[in-house]
C-alpha cells in the first residue's frame, strides 16, 4: 500500500511537471509569435510612411486635444483650489456683494444694498461666539511713487491688523504693523513684490524696507516685504500695498464698502458661525425690500459666505469644458478610426497574394487576423502616443504664452493611449476578419 502511494505522488508530480513545461513553452511561442507579428507590423507600416501618416491624424489630433484640455486645466485646478482654499475651511466673508454676480439684474439689485460699515464689522467681532478672529479690509487703484520711479493702477488694501493671521499674509522681509500704529493711525505699508520691482528697480527687499513711498499725497514708510505669491489666471498677486485701516479712511476716496473676513476654529463650526454673523446683521439691518415693477421682492442686504461658492462655480465651468473636449476629441477619433479602416482594407486588397502564399505555406486564420489586427493596433497606439507628446507640447507652449499653469496628469496619458488603441482594434476587426477569410486558392489568382 504505501509503495502504492508513494507510485501515485510520483505520477503525480510528473504530472504536474509537465503541464507547467506545456505552459511555460506556449508561453515562449506565443511571445515569439506576438514578437514576430508586430515587427511585422511596423515594417509594413514604413514601407507606406505617407499613408500611414495620413491615417494617424484623425487619432493625434483627437487624443492631442484631451492631453491639452486636461493638463491646462488641471494645472488651473491646483492653482485655483491653493489660491482660494488657504484657511478656506475655517475662513469665511461678510460683504456687501457676492463673489460671483451671474446677472446684470442681480448686479443691479446688489448695488441696492448699504455698504458694510466699521460698526458692522465691530458688532460681529463683538457678538459672534464661534468666530476665532475678525478683521476687515476695504481696496481701492492709485498710482504710487518713489525716488526711483512710479507705478499705477496698484491695488491698495487698508486692513485691520487681524487680516495677516486670517489670510495667512507672509512677510518675508521686515514685520507688519502693530496694534499700536494702526489705532494711531500711523502711515506705515507693507508692500508686494512687483511694487519692489516697478518702484525700487528690482532691489533687495532688505533694502526697500524703511523708505518712503507716496499714496495719494500721504508719505509711507515701507516696513515690510511679502513672500511672493505669483499668477492666477495670468494676473499678478503681488502688485499691492498694505496700509492700517484707521489710515486708509485718510486717503482712500469714496472709501466704499467693508468686506469683513472671519475665521473660526476648526472647520465644524463653519455654518454654525455663519448663522450667528447673519442672525447679527439682520437684527441691524432688518429685510430690505426691493421694488421691481409690480413685483416686490426682500433682500437681507449682505452676503456671508466661503470660497466654496467661487470654487463650485469654477468647477462647474471646467466640467463643462471637459465634456465639450471629450466630445470633439471623441468625433475626431471616431473619424481616424474609420480612416484606419479604409487604410487597412486597402491593405488587404493590396496584399491578397501575400496572404495567399502564406496561407497556403501553412498560416492558419488566426495568424492573418492577429497580423492584421495588430497592424491596425499599432497604428491607432502610435497616433495615440504621439497625440499625447503632441497635447503636452501644446499645452506648455499656451501655459508659456498665456501665463496658464501646467500639470502633467498620468491618468490622461493611459486615457489617451488606452482609448486609441481600443479605436485600432474596433477599427480593424473588419479588415482583419475579412483578411482571415480569404480563399487561399482565390487570393493566389488575382493580380
Not at 500611414?52 to 488651473?76: D, M, N, P
Not at 519692489?196 to 499714496?215: D, M, R, S, Y
Not at 486615457?415 to 476578419?433: N, T
Request: charged share 20%; net charge neutral.
Amino acid at each position: 500500500m504505501k509503495n502504492a502511494a508513494i507510485g501515485r505522488d510520483n505520477g503525480d508530480e510528473q504530472r504536474a511537471g509537465g503541464r507547467e513545461r506545456r505552459f511555460f513553452s506556449e508561453t515562449r511561442k506565443s511571445l515569439t509569435l506576438f514578437h514576430s507579428i508586430f515587427f511585422l507590423s511596423l515594417r509594413n507600416l514604413r514601407a507606406n510612411k505617407l499613408r500611414t501618416f495620413l491615417t494617424l491624424l484623425g487619432i493625434i489630433v483627437g487624443v492631442a486635444a484631451v492631453i491639452a484640455v486636461v493638463t491646462i486645466i488641471e494645472g488651473l485646478n491646483q492653482t485655483v483650489a491653493s489660491t482660494f482654499s488657504a484657511n478656506g475651511s475655517t475662513v469665511f466673508t461678510l460683504a456687501k456683494n457676492p463673489s460671483v454676480i451671474t446677472s446684470r439684474e442681480e448686479m443691479i439689485k446688489m448695488n441696492k444694498r448699504k455698504d458694510i460699515t466699521k460698526e458692522d464689522a465691530d458688532a460681529v467681532a463683538r457678538l459672534c461666539r464661534r468666530c476665532r478672529r475678525v478683521g476687515w479690509w476695504m481696496r481701492g487703484s492709485e498710482t504710487i511713487k518713489s525716488a526711483y520711479s512710479a507705478a499705477d493702477n496698484v491695488m491698495i488694501r487698508g486692513a485691520s491688523g487681524a487680516i495677516f493671521d486670517i489670510e495667512d499674509v507672509e512677510v518675508e522681509t521686515g514685520r507688519g504693523w502693530t496694534e499700536n500704529e494702526e489705532n494711531a493711525g500711523q502711515y506705515v505699508a507693507v508692500i508686494g513684490p512687483d511694487v519692489v520691482k516697478n518702484l525700487f528697480n528690482g532691489a533687495a527687499p532688505e533694502t526697500v524696507v524703511g523708505q518712503e513711498i507716496h499714496i495719494h499725497g500721504g508719505v509711507f514708510r515701507v516696513i515690510g516685504v511679502t513672500a511672493p505669491l505669483g499668477k492666477i489666471f495670468g494676473a499678478s498677486r503681488d502688485d499691492f500695498v498694505m496700509i492700517p485701516y484707521s489710515t486708509s479712511r485718510k486717503i482712500l476716496p469714496g472709501r466704499g464698502s467693508l468686506i469683513v473676513d472671519l475665521q473660526v476654529a476648526d472647520s465644524s463650526e463653519m455654518e454654525g458661525a455663519k448663522d450667528e454673523v447673519t442672525t447679527i446683521m439682520r437684527a441691524r439691518r432688518g429685510k430690505i425690500t426691493l421694488a421691481n415693477g409690480d413685483e416686490v421682492d426682500s433682500d437681507q442686504g449682505f452676503t456671508v459666505e466661503s470660497s466654496d461658492v467661487f470654487l463650485n462655480l469654477y468647477k462647474d465651468a471646467t466640467d463643462n469644458i471637459y465634456l465639450v473636449t471629450i466630445g470633439v476629441s471623441a468625433i475626431s477619433l471616431v473619424v481616424g478610426g474609420i480612416v484606419v479602416m479604409n487604410i487597412m482594407l486597402v491593405s488587404v486588397v493590396e496584399r491578397t497574394r501575400e496572404i495567399g502564399l502564406r496561407k497556403a505555406v501553412g498560416a492558419r486564420r488566426r495568424d492573418i487576423l492577429q497580423q492584421f489586427l495588430s497592424e491596425a493596433v499599432v497604428i491607432a497606439s502610435l497616433g495615440g502616443l504621439i497625440g499625447v507628446f503632441v497635447g503636452f507640447a501644446l499645452a506648455y507652449l499656451i501655459s508659456f504664452l498665456v501665463g496658464f499653469p501646467a500639470l502633467v496628469s498620468y491618468w490622461s496619458v493611459v486615457l489617451g493611449v488606452g482609448v486609441s488603441s481600443v479605436v485600432g482594434i474596433v477599427s480593424g476587426i473588419y479588415p482583419a476578419w475579412k483578411a482571415a477569410t480569404l480563399s487561399p486558392v482565390e487570393a493566389m489568382r488575382r493580380e
